[in-house]
C-alpha cells in the first residue's frame, strides 16, 4: 500500500497527460492476481471508488481515482513466450516494450499500439490498433484468453470454451467488466525489419497529393499501412531540414517485413505535387514500435480524440488539412496535429459480430491531438482542439474508445446499438453495482452505486 505522504506517492499517481492531478486515498501495489482480488474486495467493503492503473495513458486519467483506491498494475509486467506454440502470455501491466523486446526475440509479434510505454492492457480492451493490425488484425483479435478479477474478487478465465459470453466483450468493451490479471496473445511470423516512407508537402500543395494518397490506400498490401499526419515541422518523421519551418503535411507508409518488398510503393504514392522533403528509412521492428515515444513522452499537458470515417471525401481531406484553423484564428502555434492511419485487410477478416469491437468498416481513424507545456495555455490549446475536432466530426462514422470529454453518452458512442445492448447485458451480470466505471462506462440497466 502506498499512501499520501509516502515518498513514492507522487510518483505513482503521476500518468502520461500532466494535465491530471489527482491524489488517491490510498494506492495498491499489487504483486500478483491475488493482491488484485484482496484490493478490489477492500475498495469494495470500504466503498472507494476504483481505479486500475496499467501503463496510464488515457488522456482522462481514468485510472487516478481522486479519494478512492488506484490498482496499481505496474510490478505485474511480465512476459512469458512460447515460441514453439507462438503464444505470449503477458501479465496486466505490462507496457508494449515489454510485450515487443519478449516476442522480438524469436522474430514474433502480435497487434500492438505505436507507443511502446503504452500498456497492453487498457490498448487491447478498446480493440488495439497497431502496424500489424491490416496483417493479423486488432489486438484483440490476437487474444487467446483473459484471466480476470470481477467486482466481488472472483477469478475468472474467459476464453471461446470458458464465459464465452465475458471473451466477446472483453475484446472491445474496456475495462468495464472487472480487473484483467493476465492476457494470452497469439504470435506471428513477421521477422525484425521494418520501413518507413514520408513524403512532406506544403499544405497548399497537399490536396492533390492527398488525393492520390487515398486512391493508393484502396488497393495497398497489407503489409503496409499508410499514414498521413499535419502539423508543425516538429512531427516524429520530420526531417532536419523541415524543423523549424511551420506547418506541413507528411504522407507515406509503415511496412513490416523486407524493406526491399516495401519500396515498390512509394513508385505509386508519387504523384505529379512535388514534396519538399523526402524520407525513407529502414529500421528494426522494435525501433518501429518506439518512433514515436519522445513525442508521446509523460510530462506533457495533453488532448486528444479519434474518429472512424468509413470514406474520404474531398471534403474530409480539407478539414484534415486544415487542423480546424479559420480566418479569425490568430494564433497557429497552439493548432493541433492531426493523423490518419489506414484500416481494412486483417481488421475487416474478423466478424461483425465476433467481438465487441464496433468499427471493422472503418477505412481510416483520424486522430486529433495536442500537447503543450505550461498550465496557461490551457484554454487556448482545449479550444483549438477542440475546434478541429468539431470540424472532422461531421465525417465521422463513429469515435474512439478514448474520449477526453466526459460525457455520459460514451459508450453510445463507441459501441453500436445492438452490441451496446449485449454489452449493458454483461454488464449486469457481472458489475451490477457499476464497480468499474472509471472508464468509458457501459452502465447497468439498475446500477447500485455509481
Keep these: 500500500m502506498v499512501l499520501p505522504g509516502d515518498r513514492s506517492f507522487d510518483a505513482a499517481r503521476t500518468v502520461w497527460n500532466a494535465m491530471i492531478d489527482r491524489r488517491p486515498a490510498v494506492i495498491a501495489r499489487c ?21 486500475v492503473h496499467g501503463g496510464g495513458h488515457s488522456v482522462r486519467g481514468l485510472c487516478v481515482p481522486h479519494g478512492g483506491l488506484m490498482i496499481d498494475l505496474s510490478t505485474m509486467d511480465a512476459v512469458r513466450v512460447d515460441s514453439d506454440r507462438r ?12 510485450l515487443d523486446g519478449a516476442t522480438q526475440r524469436a522474430g514474433l509479434a502480435t497487434t500492438a499500439g505505436i507507443v511502446s510505454h503504452t500498456g497492453v492492457g487498457g490498448l487491447t480492451l478498446g480493440g488495439g490498433m497497431g502496424w500489424l493490425a491490416r496483417q493479423f488484425a486488432l489486438a484483440c483479435d490476437n487474444v487467446e484468453s483473459f484471466e ?15 464465459n464465452a459470453d465475458l471473451f466477446w466483450g472483453l475484446r472491445g468493451g474496456g475495462g468495464n467488466f472487472g480487473v484483467v ?9 513477421v521477422g525484425t525489419r521494418a520501413l518507413t516512407v514520408d513524403l512532406f508537402y506544403r499544405p497548399d500543395d497537399a490536396r492533390q497529393a492527398l488525393r492520390r494518397w487515398r486512391d493508393v490506400a484502396v488497393g495497398a498490401p497489407r503489409r503496409a499501412t499508410l499514414t498521413a499526419a499535419v502539423g508543425t515541422t516538429e512531427l516524429r518523421s520530420a526531417p532536419p531540414s523541415l524543423r523549424g519551418r511551420g506547418n506541413v503535411v507528411s504522407l507515406g507508409y509503415v511496412w513490416v ?14 504523384g505529379p505535387a512535388r ?28 488532448y486528444r480524440k479519434g474518429y472512424y470515417l468509413r470514406e474520404l471525401s474531398d471534403d474530409a481531406l480539407d478539414a484534415f488539412v486544415s487542423r480546424g484553423a479559420g480566418p479569425d484564428t490568430a494564433d497557429g502555434d497552439v493548432l493541433p496535429n492531426g493523423t490518419l492511419q489506414l484500416y481494412g485487410g486483417g481488421i475487416t477478416d474478423v466478424g461483425d459480430d465476433e467481438t465487441a469491437f464496433s468499427h471493422r468498416s472503418a477505412l481510416v481513424e483520424l486522430v486529433v491531438s495536442a500537447s503543450w507545456a505550461e498550465p496557461a495555455a490551457d484554454d487556448a490549446h482545449l ?12 465525417f465521422a462514422s463513429g469515435v474512439f474508445n478514448d474520449l477526453p470529454d466526459d460525457r455520459a453518452d460514451g459508450a453510445g458512442r463507441v459501441h453500436d446499438a445492438a452490441k451496446l445492448a449485449r454489452l449493458v ?4 451480470h457481472y458489475d451490477p453495482d457499476n464497480v468499474f466505471h472509471r472508464n468509458h462506462n457501459i452502465r447497468p440497466s439498475a446500477p447500485g452505486r455509481a
Excluded: M, N, W
Design 31 to 51: 504483486a500478483d492476481t491475488a493482491d488484485v482480488a484482496a484490493a478490489v474486495r477492500f475498495a469494495v467493503a470500504a466503498g472507494l471508488e476504483i481505479g
Design 275 to 302: 514534396p519538399v522533403a523526402e524520407q525513407v528509412r529502414e529500421l528494426t521492428y522494435v525501433a518501429l514500435q518506439s518512433a514515436e515515444d519522445d513525442v508521446q513522452r509523460h510530462g506533457l499537458r495533453r
Design 87 to 98: 503464444r505470449a502470455g503477458v501479465q496486466g501491466g505490462a507496457l508494449l516494450s515489454a
Design 257 to 270: 517485413g523486407d524493406p526491399d518488398e516495401g519500396r515498390h510503393l512509394l513508385t505509386e504514392l508519387r
Design 425 to 428: 447485458a454483461l454488464k449486469d
Design 148 to 162: 480476470l478479477v470481477t467486482a466481488d474478487g472472483t477469478v475468472l478465465r474467459a476464453d471461446s470454451s470458458h
Design 181 to 189: 490479471t493476465q492476457f494470452e496473445f497469439r504470435l506471428h511470423d
Design 383 to 394: 479550444a483549438a482542439a477542440r475546434r478541429y475536432g468539431a470540424t472532422v466530426a461531421p
